[in-house]
């Protein structure tokens, strides 16, 4: 037998899946894989039921390869709002399988075999395996605990001296929180700029940013629409993440090249569930208001109750994960850690070194888009932490 293809030689399977997997086995409070356990917005609900209904063929057949025109109008409505840009339904957006196909069709639309890609540590596990898959190079660019803030000069070095052709960024960012200022992406614009590289943008968290903090998105700032790809999906704004609806918002001219490979990716996603987001895509300023009022007692009942179990913790300026530390329990292993905590504690998280480049063993990432009985849950299992995992130092 030949051999398989070298670029998958270095793959594993996802770890934040894997966990999932991990902690089901266990009967663990599964705060690994960032999905929530409470119900989308029943508007929404009904009106998937409606589209399910309609007695008319297309909604169960073929849509627009690059999106239904329901879902690409209402999502240009939307996004032209708040971005604060022109956005053309026809021109501007591609609908696709979740921001892992935007990601990944983005990818593929700029980089060549050899180019080299920016990506900043830590980082979501799919944008190394994306820039491998699409036969580039990637660079990583620290971003350093707690504060994560990054190396200017270093930044500047990988365009300057490594020639690296684009910018994956994930603003808010996940697995850390943090959310870079206006001053930080005004700096990378002005990089980007001066060496001609683009700027892949992960935005799923768009509008779960904690005050005072505030999002401001790459293609907003002077210069940057015609180089930035801006990735999103409706699946953590509307918990829906099991619906896989994403899309890109770019230039004409790199959106006619996105759809022909989303095109040959994916075909188009699912048509009555574009049909019936077009609904959520149209909610008035009040439901992203009660979103983030949500989102931000949830981080407070979690923060606040690591905090009383004197578990050292990050607090995030946006998304909804926690980076908490185990150095206390000697691990050399932040994988065995996790095994052993939904073993023995039953409560699931990711290790940390999933999403890091450096060598970082001694933080693990837990989720809090949870029910808060769920939340409580944890907490009280946590609270057993020491008993069943005994500090080693």
């Given amino acids: 037998m030949q051999p398989l293809s070298n670029r998958t030689a270095s793959f594993t399977d996802s770890v934040i899946r894997r966990m999932t997997r991990i902690s089901n086995k266990y009967g ?10 409470f119900d989308p917005p029943q508007e929404l609900l009904a009106s998937l039921e409606e589209k399910a209904r309609d007695p008319k063929p297309l909604n169960h057949q073929y849509s627009i390869t690059w999106g239904s025109q329901a879902m690409r109008d209402a999502l240009a409505e939307k996004q032209s709002h708040f971005m604060g840009m022109d956005i053309d339904p026809d021109k501007n957006i591609v609908v696709t399988c979740g921001s892992t196909e935007a990601m990944m ?19 979501y596990e799919n944008y ?16 350093v605990p707690p504060t994560f803030d990054f190396d200017r000069e270093a930044f500047e070095a990988a365009f300057r001296d490594q020639h690296a052709k684009a910018l994956v960024l994930c603003n808010p960012s996940n697995p850390c929180g943090k959310v870079f200022t206006e001053e930080e992406l005004s700096f990378i614009a002005s990089i980007l700029q001066r ?12 509008h779960i940013v904690y005050a005072p903090n505030r999002h401001v998105y790459l293609a907003s700032l002077p210069g940057m629409a015609e180089r ?10 509307y918990s829906i993440t099991g619906w896989r609806l994403g899309y890109t918002i770019a230039a004409p001219e790199i959106t006619d ?30 439901y992203y208001d009660d979103l983030l009022a949500l989102y931000t007692h949830k981080r407070d009942l979690f923060c606040d109750g690591l905090e009383s179990l004197g578990i050292p913790h990050t607090r995030p300026e946006g998304a909804y994960y926690v980076l908490a530390d185990i150095s206390e329990f000697g691990y050399e292993s932040d994988l065995a850690f996790c095994e052993d905590l939904a073993a023995k504690v039953k409560v699931g998280a990711v290790p940390g070194s999933s999403f890091f480049r450096e060598p970082v063993n001694n933080l693990i990432r837990f989720h809090f888009a949870k029910k808060d009985e769920t ?7 946590l609270k057993h932490l020491r008993e069943e995992i005994p500090p080693r130092r």
């Fill in 375 to 381: 939340l409580l849950q944890a907490l009280e299992n």
């Fill in 257 to 286: 090249r996105i759809r022909k490979v989303h095109d040959f990716l994916t075909v188009g996603a699912a048509a009555p569930l574009q049909e019936a987001a077009a609904t959520a895509l149209r909610f008035p300023q009040s």
């Fill in 105 to 123: 069709a983005a990818m593929m639309c700029v980089t060549n075999p050899g180019d080299k890609v920016c990506i900043f540590s830590p980082f």
């Fill in 128 to 143: 190394g395996a994306d820039t491998i898959l699409s036969g580039a190079e990637p660079i990583y660019i620290p971003l």
């Fill in 195 to 206: 060496y001609d590289a683009y700027a892949i943008t992960d935005e799923v968290y768009e």
């Fill in 228 to 237: 930035t790809i801006s990735c999103s999906s409706l699946s953590k704004t």
């Fill in 28 to 37: 663990a409070v599964n705060l690994s894989q960032g999905f929530p356990d």
